[in-house]
């Protein structure tokens, strides 16, 4: 992939999240690709990535049957 078009896919999936963000507290990959319309492994692609240029922030939480996630928060240090 180019790096005009994952620049582009990235900013779709940081724009997305911002709007989840704003309906739910958590939002975990899978919520997120859930309502993207994409598997699961594609959503974390893209927001393990979001984390790795520091536009998305990623934190452990558990469910409420005590399961581990990890879940997504955008505000990273280039998202002023």
Known sequence: MS?????AVLRYY?????RLR???PVVSAGR????MGVSRSTAK????????????WEYDYTHTNGQ???AYIPGGVNNG
């Open 3 to 7: 790096d005009k078009k994952l620049s």
């Open 32 to 35: 997120l690709a859930g309502e």
């Open 68 to 70: 581990e996630a990890t």
């Open 14 to 18: 940081l724009s997305e999240l911002k």
């Open 45 to 56: 692609k893209y927001l393990a990535e979001l984390v790795r240029q520091g536009w998305v």
């Open 22 to 24: 704003k309906r739910v």
